[in-house]
Each structure stands twice: as C-alpha cells, then as structure tokens.
C-alpha cells in the first residue's frame, strides 16, 4: 500500500511539472536554435540527406520532426537556394519551411515541442530511480521535487534544443554503464552499449563519456581488482568493445538518414564546413572518409565533433556582466550557476556541505580506507568525477552562452545532495532535532516550489534574488539564459491588445517577426539612430519602440567597438513595458 502511494506521489509530481512545461510554451515563439534543428530533422526524416545542421546529432531533431510528418507540410522550402545551393543553409531554410511556406506555423511550434518532452520524463524518472537505489524513499523523493521543479530544468525541457537530451543521455548512460561494470553480461552489456550510443546521439560534448567511463574502467579495477575475474587488460578490452557497440548504433542512424545524401556533396560540404578548421590532422582524416561508403556515416558525426569543438574554441560574442566579449570568462559559468539557482538550492547545499563537514574528520585517508570508501560509493565516486571533468571543460570554455551548457551536471548534483540530506537526517538522534530538521527540509522544498511557480510560464529569465530576479537578471546575462526570441508572439499580442498600428523592432532570434506582426512591424537595428532625438525626428511607429534584451545588452562593453551608433541611449528612457522579461517597449515622442 506504501509503494503505491509513492508511486502515486512520483506520477503526480512528473504529471504536475510536465503541465507546467506545456502550458508554459503554448504562447512561445520558436527560439533561434529551433528554427534549424526543426528543418533539419524535418529534411532527414522525409530527404534521407544529412546537409543541414551537422554542428548537432540527429536525434533530438528527428524526435521533434515526427509529428510533422503526418502534417502533409508544403515542400517548397526544399526548391529554395538554401536546400538547393547553400553550404549549410540550415537558418533559411527552417525559416522558409516553417513561415515562408503557407504552413500553420503556430501548429508547427507546438507539435514539435512535445515529443522533446520525454527526455524530462525518462530524466526524472531515472533520478527518483537511482536515487531510491542509492539512498532510499526520502532521498529519491527530495531529488525528483528538486529535479522536476528547477526552473532551468523546465525551461529547457520544452525546447527542440540538444540540452535536456544531453542531460538525460549522460544520466542514463552513466547508470547503465555503472550497472554493466557491476554485473558484466550480455544483457548489460548490450544495454549499456545502446545507453551510451544514444548518448552520442543526443550532443557532441557527450562525447566526453568516453574518457569518462574509461576513466570509472580503471578506477572501478583499483577498488575491486581482488573480487574481479577479469584482469585489467580483459576489462579494458570488453570496455574498447562496448563503446564499439556504441559507434555502431552511432553509425547505423546516420547511416539511414543518409541515403539520399550524396558522396560527392558530402565530400563537399565537409571540405567547405573544416576550411578554416586549424588543426589539419584531425580535419583531413574526416574529409578522406566522407566519401568512402561505409565510413561516411562516421565522418559525417567526426564534422560535427570538429564544428562544436572549433565553436567552443572560438566561443560567441556575448554580453555578461557589463562586458562583451567572444573569448569568453572564467567566471561565467560558476557566477551564471550560482545566481540562475533558486536560493532555495543553495541553502540545501550549504546543509549537506555541514553534513559532509561533520564526517571528514572521522576519515583516515590511507589507501585502504580509500578502495573501501570507493568500493562502497562507487557510484558516488563516479558522479563526482564527472562534476570535476565537466566542470573543468565548462570552465575553460570560450563559448559562454548559457547554463543550458551546464545542464548534464544536474541530475548528478541533486542526486548528491539529496542523498546527503537524507543521510545527515538518519544520524539524528534526537526527535527534536529531527522535527526541527524536517521542519527546515519542508521550508526549503516549499521555497523551491514557489520560485517555480513565480516565474511561470517565462522559465528561460529565471534567476534568484541575489541580481534582483527574472526582472533584474538582464543586467548580468543575456543570450540563452533569458532572451532567446521565446517572446515574439507574446510582443504581437500586447501590440495587437494596445492598438499599436506601428512599431520598429529590433529581434534577437530566427521566428519570422511579419507572420506575428504583419505590417505592424518596422525593422529597427543599433546601428539605426544614433540617440534619442534621432529616433524622435526619423521614427515611423509614433514612438514605439521595442529592442530585444539580447541586443540592447550588446551595446555594453568596450566604448570603442559601438561608437557612434549604439542602444545605450535607451538607458535614459523607462520602459513602457518588458514583454516576458525579453523584450522592453519604449514610447519616446
């Protein structure tokens, strides 16, 4: 009767945050990533041609495409020069498939979003999972409010983006690898293979579970060598066999999304998309197989792990605390982390620090003591590595764009400090301080909830009181962390609900702003007016105003890369309004 009240209570939780996550997007615009990802899987699944996007694996893709297919869209974004012609022509061409092809865009928006739905799902389930396997009922409970609940979790669920697919491959093929290494059959082994292709599939920083799970190899070896079977050369070879089996699940679903997809253009595209890639040893190698049949599958993902790895080299010109820089910044993504959290978080994290705090001294750090605390936390030992590696690659990063980066860390995170609670809980003694406790854990969790349910449905701008909220958060970031065109079709509701017959707009994002507006909208750029009194005598909106946070951010920074024509000007003028926390509205006569 207990187990299915808890079930119970995992289903209406998973039921209640999946809610929130639909009913949150209904009025979203798609945001820029959407637009190629939406025509790329779109073309893989009809074309069987792999030209678009190969910066991301298909997976995601596909899964937001198929319920389009059923749609019987109009295919003359497939007779445009960005199919036909262009290197790469992803951006005009989901453009011209979803807005500029007489199909239901608003449809389009949202069938696409729901299947990407699942991978919160499956995350949040495996959590509660693992956590009850690791800690016990409490603990896996605490871990799938705080898993189910984050808003950074929520907003990104809903996206047709590769982040929460990368999360949850990185969590499942974790668990499955961690299980296989425990029990070594055919059926793990087999499961845990799969696992980490999917993985592959799901992102190209995933790739990094191969060092990974190498790595758990050989630390799993030192803690049990004695019990194991296998010597440590039989284990690495059954290791070099799984992630064998991965790539073959990795190659067989390019394979058969590259049917239609030519030797000869894929040799071309690839030679044109690594032009400027600077390490040559590692370019040349995946020009060679593109053409080659078999290994053509391979080489089409080896030129999207070189594209994101040249990306994350050369990083993205971005706005972050007063400053804009393409090199990015080592403190971008532990300040971005500590201030997109809910304080909430933060003081359950500080509880389980003084948790730990309370057992070091009682530890004897002797080699022995080690290889029994690593046999006896194995799974913990791993979850902390791959925070350490992930965290450093992160850091040292140039492409600082977002803690949606961040999110494969998650899970793993909540999972420690749950389980940390719920451990601190069981050495209390007292029922006093036990109540007390409980009292406190409640309060935390309640806090949790409501920082969720207060920035509802606008997720993506969540951040906590220490930079003022979602209202203040654009004055420390902006980009994916609050302003990635969600709110197009939220600007054209209000402009629509306040008779606006004009208004210049300046958009950061790929939706098609004259589908929402029509003629309603006049384009505006920085480079525009040069100030206010500009704006007053050349303005062909009466006034009004509407610039993207992204974008009147960017105006930061060094005064010598904006002069003379930028939006700091606005800065001297209140908004009439700030449409979901992205777009600010001015009226200036």
Request: with cysteine; hydrophobic share 50%.
């Amino acid at each position: 009767m207990y187990m299915n009240k808890t079930k119970l209570f995992v289903g209406l939780i998973i039921f209640l945050a999946t809610v929130l996550a639909v009913t949150s997007f209904w009025d979203d615009s798609l945001i820029v990533d959407e637009i190629p990802h939406i025509g790329a899987g779109y073309s893989y699944l009809t074309q069987k041609d792999m030209r678009l996007n190969p910066e991301h694996p298909p997976l995601a893709k596909d899964l937001a495409a198929l319920p389009l297919l059923p749609l019987k869209l109009n295919q003359d974004a497939f007779q445009t020069e960005s199919w036909q012609k262009d290197l790469n022509g992803q951006w005009k061409f989901g453009r011209a498939l979803i807005f500029d092809s007489g199909n239901n865009a608003e449809l389009i928006t949202r069938l696409v979003k729901l299947p990407m739905l699942l991978f919160f799902i499956f995350s949040a389930v495996l959590v509660f999972f693992w956590g009850k396997k690791l800690y016990g009922k409490k603990a896996s409970l605490i871990a799938l409010i705080l898993f189910s609940f984050s808003p950074t979790v929520l907003a990104h669920s809903r996206f047709v983006t590769t982040d929460m697919p990368a999360l949850f491959g990185v969590l499942s093929a974790t668990y499955f690898f961690i299980r296989w290494l425990k029990n070594q059959n055919k059926k793990n082994f087999f499961i845990a293979g799969s696992a980490l292709g999917i993985a592959l599939l799901t992102k190209f920083s995933t790739f990094l579970l191969v060092p990974f799970l190498f790595a758990l190899v050989l630390i799993y070896f030192f803690a049990f060598r004695n019990k194991l079977k296998a010597s440590g050369l039989k284990l690495i070879a059954r290791f070099a066999l799984l992630v064998t089996f991965a790539f073959a699940v990795v190659w067989s679903i390019y394979g058969l999304q590259m049917i239609n997809y030519s030797a000869e253009r894929q040799y071309a595209d690839t030679r044109d998309n690594l032009l400027t890639f600077g390490n040559r040893k590692l370019a040349e190698p995946v020009i060679w197989a593109s053409d080659k049949s078999i290994l053509r599958p391979l080489a089409q993902y080896g030129l999207g792990l070189l594209m994101v790895t040249q990306r994350s080299v050369g990083g993205n010109t971005t706005y972050f605390m007063g400053e804009v820089s393409r090199s990015g910044w080592r403190s971008y993504f532990p300040i971005i982390y500590l201030i997109k959290e809910p304080l909430a978080w933060w003081g359950l994290v500080l509880i389980a620090l003084l948790g730990i705090s309370t057992q070091v001294k009682s530890l004897k750090l002797k080699i022995k003591s080690v290889k029994d605390w690593t046999r006896n936390h194995f799974a913990e030992v791993a979850m902390l590595l791959w925070l350490a590696i992930y965290w450093f690659v992160s850091i040292r990063s140039n492409l600082n764009i977002g803690v949606r980066h961040l999110l494969p860390i998650y899970p793993f995170a909540i999972l420690l400090v749950s389980g940390q609670l719920a451990r601190l809980a069981c050495r209390i003694k007292k029922k006093i301080v036990l109540n007390s406790c409980f009292i406190v854990l409640a309060f935390f969790l309640g806090w949790y909830i409501f920082e969720n349910l207060s920035v509802y449905p606008y997720y993506l701008t969540y951040f906590n009181q220490l930079v003022g909220g979602p209202r203040g958060g654009y004055e420390y970031a902006v980009d994916s962390n609050l302003d990635w065109g969600q709110d197009l079709k939220r600007l054209s509701q209000w402009v629509e609900e306040n008779n606006i017959s004009k208004i210049e707009f300046d958009y950061f994002g790929w939706a098609n702003p004259t589908y929402y507006l029509d003629d309603r909208y006049i384009w505006a750029s920085s480079t525009k007016y040069t100030d206010a009194r500009d704006f007053t005598a050349n303005n062909q909106s009466d006034g009004w105003l509407a610039v993207s946070a992204s974008f009147l951010q960017g105006s930061q920074g060094s005064p010598d890369q904006y002069k003379p024509v930028n939006y700091l000007w606005l800065k001297n003028h209140t908004p009439v309004t700030t449409i979901g926390n992205s777009i600010f509205v001015y009226r200036i006569k």
